[in-house]
């Protein structure tokens, strides 16, 4: 089975949506404060646990699982017209 960047490989129209796609993630991450974008770029970016992220934001795990969830719920909200990519 191939995968989505072999698919976006062999087809030019499906690797420009895939671009404009990542576009969109970057501006909607931009629009996030910045709490919320480290959160996220730590955890789903970078792979940190809670734990880890946690303690290099010196900020309690509960709220990173907070901040987390709010930023899942507005990328979903903010990218729902390319629900094929979504994994939400």
């Known amino acids: ?18 671009a404009s796609f990542r576009k969109e993630i970057d501006v909607a991450l931009q629009g ?18 809670y734990r880890e992220v946690a303690e290099a934001l010196e ?3 509960n709220s990173v699982k907070v901040y987390l969830s709010r930023v899942r719920a507005e990328l979903k909200q903010r990218l729902t017209h ?4 979504l994994k939400v």
């Open 59 to 61: 900020m309690p795990i």
């Open 1 to 18: 089975m191939e995968t989505r960047e072999d698919e976006s490989a062999l087809d030019p129209r499906a690797a420009a949506d895939h």
């Open 32 to 49: 996030l404060s910045e709490n919320l974008r480290s959160v996220f770029i730590l955890h789903e970016i970078n792979g940190l646990r």
């Open 82 to 85: 390319h629900e094929s990519w």
